[in-house]
């Protein structure tokens, strides 16, 4: 199984576009299917009475006006913070809207997922896997979705149950991630790369048939050429816009 990618390098809106936008809220996601992205990152958590919610922290302090631990919360005290401002309101988005909004649009999603493994949060941990999972199979999404996580143990889990029925976007170096018990060779799809410039990550990862993705630190326009060259199939990007006007002004992917 393979995403479908665009041109030489895919663009994924980090966020939506969290650049013009408040991250991880509808407007955002909306306005990046709008500018042209090929597929929306999010960040899903577990509320305390086990709802998925987008949002990217362990609490709500930075993105909303609220304060305290989104495990702490339900999702009825969640939907009630204001996620924009006075001027331009959101409300943090359930998972399954995004889904839903992915379900009706030609568009892939990443989702990362923000429940990382400790013996006190194994349980939440399985739950938040598992529930992402009942909902993309929901919707009949497996072919469009990447599972995302800083944490191996989540990554781990998936492949452990599920094998590589779902493809698994993990980070390099390995050792950015945590909990790491597998050879991540084995299990990934594809991988991250902070250290954006260094050619051999690139090519140790196409060796191993993973494919190399850049992060959103990647702005410049010759940075960009030189990662599509070393072989990147995809961006994530704060700003979509930006991003797909500089590729097609390399030629890397059509007007």
Not at 15 to 34: L, P, S, V, W
Not at 48 to 76: F, P
Not at 104 to 126: A, D, P, V, W
Not at 212 to 227: D, E, H, S
């Amino acid at each position: 199984m393979k995403l479908k990618h665009v041109g030489k390098m895919t663009v994924a809106a980090h966020r939506g576009d969290c650049y013009n936008y408040y991250e991880n809220t509808m407007t955002a996601f909306k306005c990046a299917i709008q500018l042209g992205a090929d597929m929306i990152e999010t960040d899903v958590h577990l509320t305390k009475d086990e709802a998925l919610v987008l949002i990217h922290d362990d609490t709500v302090d930075r993105t909303t006006d609220g304060k305290g631990k989104v495990a702490d919360m339900t999702a009825e005290e969640l939907f009630k913070l204001n996620a924009g401002d006075a001027n331009n309101p959101e409300t943090i988005p359930c998972f399954e809207d995004v889904v839903k909004l992915v379900a009706s649009h030609n568009i892939m999603l990443n989702i990362e997922i923000k429940e990382y493994y400790s013996e006190e949060n194994e349980q939440r941990c399985i739950s938040c896997i598992e529930k992402v999972i009942e909902i993309v199979e929901k919707y009949n999404l497996r072919e469009k979705i990447v599972l995302n996580s800083f944490d191996a143990w989540v990554l781990e889990y998936v492949y452990k149950k599920y094998g590589k029925k779902y493809m698994l976007h993990g980070f390099y170096p390995y050792s950015i991630m945590q909990n790491v018990a597998l050879n991540p060779d084995d299990y990934l799809y594809c991988a991250c790369i902070f250290a954006d410039q260094n050619k051999a990550y690139y090519d140790y990862l196409i060796e191993k048939d993973i494919e190399p993705w850049i992060g959103a630190g990647v702005t410049q326009k010759n940075r960009l050429n030189i990662c599509a060259a070393y072989g990147a199939k995809l961006i994530t990007t704060n700003n979509p816009a930006d991003a797909i006007h500089k590729l097609k002004e390399l030629g890397l992917r059509d007007e």
